[in-house]
């Protein structure tokens, strides 16, 4: 199943992710990234979920997301309670999950409009 998904408003489009990279527009991302409709962080500095910290939100909240989806590799990893419990105390919700189903997740979410922003993790 492919959707169509290219909106006019939108200027970056995940065309899917893996545990070695992603394809965002026609570039093809190795390391670490946070992507929203209207934006595109590289070389996003976190590589585990399991070893994140509240501050490494900072760029995903700094783009007023109302859901992060978190790809978190070839296998799906948590990121600890506290960033978790971060989340909620801003009214963000967050969910954990592998990059190819963040990507699938992330695409739908942003096609029906909502404002998503996901984060991609790379060793």
Avoid: K
């Avoid at 909106?7 to 990234?33: E, I, K, M, Q, T």
């Avoid at 859901?67 to 801003?90: D, K």
């Amino acid at each position: 199943m492919q959707l169509n998904l290219e909106r006019p408003d939108y200027r970056y489009f995940l065309r899917g992710a893996d545990g070695n990279g992603a394809l965002v527009n026609d570039r093809r991302l190795a390391s670490s990234f946070i992507i929203a409709p209207d934006a595109l962080v590289e070389d996003w500095p976190v590589r585990d979920a399991r070893a994140m910290t509240t501050a490494d939100l900072d760029a995903l909240l700094a783009l007023a997301p109302e859901l992060v989806v978190l790809g978190t590799g070839a296998t799906q990893a948590f990121p600890p309670a506290a960033v978790l419990a971060a989340c909620l105390r801003h009214g963000i919700g967050l969910e954990a999950m592998t990059n190819a189903a963040a990507a699938r997740t992330y695409s739908v979410l942003a096609g029906e409009g909502r404002r998503v922003v996901a984060g991609f993790l790379f060793p």
